[in-house]
């Protein structure tokens, strides 16, 4: 069951569409790129439930068995196409009421670790909205092109099972 007005069920049921499209779909999961533009982060992606659901804990037995497989393919394709120093992969779930999973690539010039890495994106993310700094948008171009390479690379995953 979708709820109409939730920003992850929109996504899911196709009424808005994510920068640079769908990079993956199974039964139970969905993957594009987080948020809308202009995107402040090369490669960060969500991983939504494809049904509404509020915490993991009520995640049915099969949506939490195929979870795992997901996170593991699309840390090993990020890896592949931008090489970062680590994946972070993260669950808040206080902003929109919808299980989904934050995926971060850090690049190998960032400092580690959470805070680190949570701050540049409020950073990033605040100086480019309300101030209009540009220095860290991901063009549309770009985002369109990490996101083909992601499906090219979950694809031969797939293909080499």
Known sequence: M?????????????????????????DYWHIGTMGSSPVVWRGFLSIKLKRHCEHLADLLPEEALALGPVIQSICLALTEVLKPAKVYVCSFGDGVKHVHLWVLPRPSDMRPGMHPVIFNLDMRTTLTRLLGIKKWIVSEDEVAGIAKQ????????????
């Open 2 to 26: 979708l709820v109409p007005g939730c920003v992850s069920c929109d996504i899911v049921a196709g009424k808005r569409v994510e920068p640079g499209g769908v990079i993956y779909e199974n």
């Open 150 to 161: 992601l499906r090219e690379c979950l694809c031969r995953q797939q293909n080499h099972d």
